[in-house]
């Protein structure tokens, strides 16, 4: 199975748009994990509660279709993105869950967060957005800004959960590129649908096959989980559909300001603290996406008639 060329890192729509379209999934995604946290704390396990997540974000897609009268039909090579998509979902939920059961959150984030820079760099391989070495040196900034919010952990961290929260960011690299692809002849809302249904066919079966279903108790808990569904269906269709004002590329490494913005919710409404190594670690991370976003010059003469090297 190979990766599809890069033909959506031109996007035709506006940057400001797409910029607000990727801060409201953030926020949404940021969220989720606290939402679903009151469902864990009521009895469910994380297995069950990440299969419901994921049926209640595809069972509101549905109905979002069938309220905007879209077909839910697409075609065949739409679907076998959107087959890909889910299954890269799917494997990213996976990794990323059993690698906390073995490194600590503050570790396994940042690695799963290395997963723009995997981006950027496939679709500069298959003739997508340029990365250049400022860009570059940027990710990595916000990526150890990330770092230094989350908080350094001590001790010996275990390969496997490394292992696993790697193959989480290899796999959501995968999940972005596929799930731009399928956009390109199917709406925001048909794609997510499609790649959403997979994943949840594919976490079902694992939680049967493991025999590890444990539902919440309690109407606080199962508003958690409706909660988390709601998060991850808004963030998905504000996250994707920004692909098409500012590209795949800048809409991910835009993202990263998703645990910042799981920090800072808890600072707000969990009366959480920040030190002053993760208050630089917030400010590291505004300025390497704000220089991201600024415009690069190019002070090679001649390129810009050429339109690049």
């Given at each position: ?15 400001l ?14 969220a989720?994990?606290?939402?679903a ?22 069972a ?20 076998m993105?959107?087959?890909?998509a ?17 490194i ?13 820079i ?7 391989w298959?003739?997508?957005e ?23 952990e001590?001790?010996?961290?275990d ?21 731009a ?16 249904a ?19 108790s ?11 569904g ?21 809409a991910?490494?835009?993202?990263t ?20 190594w993760?208050?630089?670690g917030?400010v ?13 010059r ?12």
């Amino acid at each position: 199975m190979a990766l599809p060329a890069d033909r959506t890192s031109q996007a035709t729509g506006r940057p400001l748009i797409g910029i607000a379209l990727v801060l409201a999934s953030a926020a949404s995604l940021a969220a989720a994990p606290t939402a679903a946290k009151l469902a864990l704390d009521s009895g469910g396990n994380t297995l069950t509660v990440v299969a419901l997540r994921s049926a209640i974000g595809a069972a509101l897609m549905g109905l979002l279709l069938a309220g905007s009268r879209q077909r839910f039909g697409v075609g065949r090579a739409t679907l076998m993105r959107c087959l890909y998509a889910g299954l890269f979902y799917a494997v990213t939920t996976y990794g990323f869950i059993g690698s906390v059961a073995y490194i600590p959150v503050s570790v396994a984030v940042p690695i799963l967060f290395t997963h723009p820079i995997i981006v950027a760099v496939l679709s500069h391989w298959r003739g997508g957005e340029r990365l250049t070495r400022r860009k570059l040196a940027l990710a990595l900034a916000a990526l150890a800004g990330i770092a230094l919010v989350l908080g350094p952990e001590s001790g010996n961290l275990d390969p496997v959960g490394i292992g696993l929260a790697a193959l989480a960011a290899a796999a959501a690299s995968g999940m972005i590129l596929f799930a731009a692809r399928a956009q390109e002849a199917a709406t925001n809302t048909q794609a997510n649908f499609h790649m959403t249904a997979v994943a949840v066919a594919a976490l079902v079966a694992a939680t049967v096959a493991g025999d590890a279903w444990s539902f919440p108790s309690g109407a606080v808990g199962w508003l958690g989980l409706a909660g988390a569904g709601v998060g991850i269906t808004v963030g998905f269709l504000a996250f994707f559909a920004a692909f098409r004002h500012i590209g795949p590329v800048r809409a991910t490494m835009l993202g990263t300001v998703e645990p910042l913005f799981s920090t800072l919710f808890a600072v707000a409404v969990l009366d959480e603290r920040l030190g002053p190594w993760q208050w630089s670690g917030v400010v590291l991370v505004v300025v390497a996406l704000g220089l991201f976003e600024a415009p690069e010059r190019d002070r090679r003469p001649g390129n810009a008639a050429r339109g690049g090297p």
